[in-house]
């Protein structure tokens, strides 16, 4: 009997849309060990020498100019692409991605960045059958997500779900999920253990990241932290940002042993089990692991957008707390050293809430779409 088989197409605009689609990859192997899936971030795949500009220059633009970007977010809010980006988008992926789908023949396609979703949407209204599955990776609907030819949303919350209502979807082409994560977020790991493969001492702990976008490049903010290196420990992980990188480990203010400078790496979710705090931006794939580790979160200057509706949702349900000045890290951080056990009781009571998401429902959900019946776990 032939394998199911999944199509993943994710995009390069950030790391939480391709994230979701590793993590839907993998959990729906330890769903079903008969099912092939590919994960394929279009762009890259297809023209892996024009794609790194063009996200180059997205980032550049999210840093430099936030309030450009806003102001087209909200602007394009209730529409879907415009049809220059449409165009383009035509001339760009069409007929090669016509190709890969006839050569790697899935059963289903899940698309976790709006950009592969219009491609797929396109082709479906051309005249391909192959059922549309779109996973949004935010706390918010952009108008840019919204396709006629999308067989099923999977969203974040309920509120996710009224705003694509709003935006004319019907009801049952839509399933509230949660966002999935990678399966290494679902379990736990014994701290002791942890601490001796990072280094790392049995005290307050904070965890820092989104160095790639702009974190550490508030350097007064950054260093402002470091005056409790002798009380607290940090990791600070600033991702791929390579020069982020060699800039801290230059500033002997960062040089401590209670201070660990961390790249790239994909032990995230045993560096979150292991901290007390996490400093971050409110991006809806962080957000989420960070609720999967029920780690309480500070969220640090919201790209306009997105990360705004993400801040709020986080903030509203007691998930965490904006940065808005010094004082706010102050509070935590004395938090962190006067009532250490209640920030436990704290990380119990988040970790709770997460149960409710049941993190193997997004991949049930794809799983059913193509016809496989899987009991939906407690």
Not at 130 to 155: F, M, Q, R
Request: hydrophobic residues 35%; positive net charge.
């Amino acid at each position: 009997m032939r394998r199911k088989r999944v199509l993943i197409l994710s995009e390069g605009f950030g790391a939480g849309h391709t994230q979701a689609a590793q993590a839907l990859s993998v959990s729906l192997k330890k769903l079903s060990p008969d099912v092939q899936t590919r994960v394929l971030e279009l762009g890259s795949f297809l023209h892996p020498t024009v794609a790194p500009w063009i996200f180059g220059a997205y980032r550049k633009t999210v840093i430099n100019q936030p309030r450009l970007y806003g102001f087209m977010y909200r602007y394009q809010y209730k529409k879907s692409l415009n049809r220059f980006t449409q165009l383009a988008l035509h001339r760009l992926f069409y007929a090669q991605t016509a190709e890969v789908i006839r050569q790697l023949k899935p059963d289903t396609i899940v698309c976790t960045h709006p950009f592969p979703n219009v491609v797929i949407s396109r082709l479906k209204r051309s005249g391909l059958s192959v059922p549309l599955c779109t996973v949004i990776t935010d706390y918010d609907a952009h108008g840019t997500w919204v396709s006629n030819e999308v067989n099923k949303y999977l969203v974040s919350t309920p509120d996710v779900k009224e705003k694509l209502l709003n935006h004319g979807v019907p009801a049952d082409h839509i399933e509230v999920t949660g966002i999935p994560v990678h399966p290494s977020f679902w379990e736990s790991h014994d701290k002791e253990q942890l601490r001796r493969q990072f280094g790392l001492q049995a005290m307050p702990t904070v965890l820092v990241m989104g160095g790639g976008w702009g974190l550490v490049h508030t350097e007064g903010f950054i260093e402002y932290l470091t005056r409790y290196r002798d009380r607290i420990q940090m990791i600070f992980c600033l991702g791929s940002n390579e020069k982020a990188l060699a800039d801290l480990s230059a500033n002997p203010q960062f040089r401590h042993p209670n201070i660990r400078l961390l790249g790239f790496t994909k032990e995230v979710d045993k560096l979150m089990e292991v901290s007390d705090l996490l400093i971050t931006k409110p991006g809806g794939m962080t957000c989420t692991e960070g609720l999967a580790k029920g780690i309480p979160m500070l969220f640090y200057k919201p790209i306009p957008g997105q990360e705004e509706e993400n801040l709020q949702y986080f903030t509203e349900h007691g998930f965490g707390e904006q940065i808005r000045s010094t004082e706010t890290i102050d509070y935590w951080f004395q938090y962190l050293l006067e009532r250490y056990p209640e920030v436990q009781k704290r990380r119990a009571m988040l970790a709770e809430k997460w149960r409710q998401y049941r993190p193997a429902e997004c991949s049930q959900a794809i799983m059913e779409l193509m016809g496989e019946k899987y009991p939906v776990g407690p």
